[in-house]
């Protein structure tokens, strides 16, 4: 079957670095996505990987290995608005997502 | 860059009423939208894939007589919600992809709050 997984909870410092950690099974793979989400809003656009390696935006960077099933988001300097909801989701072979079940990140001061 | 807007972003109604949800993409076309149902604490899980010009996709265990989707063109889709109850009372969300740009994402819209009385 397809499935996501991802840590439920996470825990940082502001002003630390996080690492949240997604692997995947998916039928095919198409690509993998992170959302943020707000809690009460609609999840936004942070990365989308389908080669392996490492994409860098600012603060936030995402990696992935297809040969591993595997993703990461870091962020950097982490602000206390960094606090949400971290969607990984895999793209199958049908251009469905296969969403996780998000990764609630909590930043302390 | 692509924007999806949804609309209304908060709607309360009362029980047996319908409640109509639009989701627009505003600078590309979307032959295909998305229809997500968000329940507080849980992920989203999609109830329909909505299709311009011919019948939506209804996931398991999503009634298609109670959400009836309707996509009539390239940059509109909606959702009625029809004789809400209590326990449609929930965050929707609809999403689109811009298939015309290469490795696009899905783009959301802001969410509709449905409250039912």
């Known amino acids: 079957g397809q499935n996501i997984d991802q840590p439920t909870e996470m825990t940082a410092t502001e002003g630390a670095i996080v690492q949240i950690n997604c692997t995947y099974q998916t039928s095919g793979f198409n690509g993998l996505f992170w959302y943020q989400q707000h809690a009460g809003e609609a999840p936004t656009f942070l990365s989308y990987n389908v080669l392996d390696g490492l994409e860098e935006k600012g603060r936030f960077s995402s990696f992935l290995s297809r040969s591993k099933g595997y993703s990461y988001l870091l962020l950097k300097e982490l602000q206390m608005k960094d606090s949400a909801s971290y969607l990984c989701?895999?793209?199958?072979?049908?251009?469905?997502?296969?969403w996780g079940a998000g990764t609630k990140l909590i930043i302390k001061p | 860059g692509a924007v999806v807007s949804q609309h209304p972003s908060r709607v309360i109604c009362k029980s047996g009423t319908s409640v109509k949800i639009e989701c627009r993409s505003l600078d590309f076309q979307a032959t295909t939208m998305f229809w997500y149902r968000q329940f507080p604490k849980q992920s989203l899980m999609l109830m329909a894939t909505?299709?311009?010009?011919?019948?939506?996709?209804?996931e398991q265990g999503v009634e298609k007589d109670k959400f009836l989707i309707n996509h009539a063109s390239l940059t509109l889709s909606t959702l009625t919600v029809t004789s809400a109850h209590p326990e449609d009372s929930s965050f929707y969300i609809c999403s689109a992809r811009d298939l015309g740009a290469d490795n696009s994402p899905l783009h959301f819209g802001n969410g509709t709050r449905l409250t039912v009385t």
């Open positions: 909505s299709n311009e010009g011919s019948k939506a996709t209804y």
């Open positions: 989701a895999g793209l199958d072979s049908n251009y469905q997502l296969i």
